[in-house]
């Protein structure tokens, strides 16, 4: 037993080292941690809103970068690049056969003239600025569907029931749109709407569906005659319009002819008013002669003449006729 001494220092020498590794190593994963934390990624569909002890200090675009660790910085990602939406009055279920689920609460309004109607709208909308999507209120997305389903109810309240089922829906659209960018714009909580469109909007009870039915039915056998009728003027204006030319032409051409004949008349007339002149004697013995011939045209006359003008004129052919008889 003497012959063997033991080294009691041994063991804490090798225990020492084995804690400094162990230190070592929990120091290097703390820096690699902390490390691993200084950087960030963003895609590009968002932007990253980095706090600085709970203060926004920046907005960052996609890519990678740098942040302080240790809770110092943070980042929070938000969608900016994309378009959301919103469902009132529905929601989209594929285990449905219809491909979605009416909601009644929402979709339920009353017309202008007391009339009830269901009316589904689609809404898109995106984030325009991060930080008041974050910071400027509570939950954003709420206060926008409550906003959507005020305007909407505004608006098809102010509405007759026949516009609200078939041809006013575009202008119900374009209303709550202006509506709502406007409240929004008030409200600043960092949201652009996009679009505003109806999915559907129906009366709630069959028979009423049905005579709303037969009404866009007539409205549109009514437009289908009027493009019929558009269809036979447009066929049959050029066929009237040529005939309305030939007879103005055709006016026009008489008319010539017209002042073309009084304008020969005039011209003989002056003539024989000149021929008058040089001879009024002669003129006014001619004149008389062929006043006779066409007033007796089938009747022979016998004139004698005297130096002071006509003296007898005599039918000599009906006495002849008559003396025989």
Sequence with gaps: MDNYVVNDNAKPRKRGRAGRYIAYGIALAVIIAVFATCWYTVDDKQQAVVTTFGKVTDVTEAGIHFKLPLGIQSVQKVDVNVYQKIELGYRSDETKA????LVETESMMITGDYNIVNVEFFVE?????????????????????????????????????????????????????????????????GLMLSDVKIQDSEPPTEEVTFAFKEVETAKQGAETVINEARAYQNAQLPQAEAEADKLVQNAQYLRQN???EAREQIAMFEAMYQEYMLNPNATRLRMYYEALREALPNVKLYIITTENGVDTLLPLDSFVEGGGQ
């Design 258 to 260: 017209r002042i073309n």
């Design 98 to 101: 219809e491909g979605y689920e």
């Design 125 to 189: 909308y995106k984030v325009s600025d991060p930080v008041k999507y974050l910071y400027a209120s509570y939950e954003p997305e709420l206060i926008l569907r409550n906003l959507i389903q005020s305007q909407v109810r505004n608006v098809v309240g102010s509405t007759n029931v026949d516009s609200v089922l078939t041809d006013g829906k575009e202008a119900i659209q374009m209303q709550v749109k202006e509506l709502i960018t406007e409240t929004l714009e008030e409200y600043d909580i």
